[in-house]
């Protein structure tokens, strides 16, 4: 409900303590989006692989991770604008785009490290490739409204969960909802990977 409350006071030109948050947001979907629509538009991938659902399990991958016939685009064109989200406040945990099935390929490089040994250290470390379907990812993935805020406890690895705000705005492309731009914030900075590795 508080959710609903926010999203409507800014519709209607409210302002709030996360309305930088959300502008930013906004900013970086369109830049996504124009990004996807100038990598089909000069043929380097068909719009059909870019909204292909074709999920291939990495081997041995624990947590699970997936590659896409778009993920190698992703890789090339996201890290710019994520990276760059990282410096709009120290708040900012992440920033990383996901499809409709909250499929994220290309996470924040401090999220994407190569999978050690210890499931527990790639959960909160290579967080890259990873199908986020739970209630929040999917909501992200796949709402078309102008932007999408929702609070959840988050698992930050290692037993550690912290409350956290997920703002989205969607991805389009060529018409078509591609998927959403995820920025996870904290009401105070947070330290978010886990040192050393099993």
Request: hydrophobic fraction near 40%.
């Amino acid at each position: 409900r508080s959710e609903r409350m926010l999203q409507g006071t800014v519709a209607i030109g409210g302002t709030s303590g996360d309305a930088t948050f959300i502008l930013r947001v906004q900013e970086d979907a369109a830049k996504l989006s124009a990004a996807l629509e100038t990598a089909v538009d000069e043929g380097r991938i068909a719009l059909a692989d870019l909204f292909s659902t074709d999920y291939r399990q990495v081997p041995g991958s624990n947590p699970s991770q997936f590659l896409a016939p778009f993920t190698k685009l992703t890789d090339a064109l996201f890290p710019l604008v994520q990276e760059a989200a990282l410096t709009l406040d120290p708040r900012v945990v992440f920033c990383a785009g996901v499809d409709r099935n909250g499929y994220l390929p290309t996470h924040n490089r401090k999220f994407s490290a190569a999978q050690g040994a210890d499931p527990v250290w790639n959960a909160a470390n290579a967080r890259n490739r990873r199908i986020f379907d739970d209630r929040v990812g999917l909501k992200a993935g796949r709402s078309t409204a102008p932007f999408l805020l929702q609070v959840y406890r988050r698992d930050m690895g290692g037993g550690e969960f912290r409350m956290m705000k997920d703002l989205s705005a969607p991805i389009r492309v060529k018409g078509r909802h591609w998927g959403g731009l995820r920025s996870g914030f904290v009401d105070e900075p947070v330290e978010t990977v886990i040192p050393g590795r099993a």
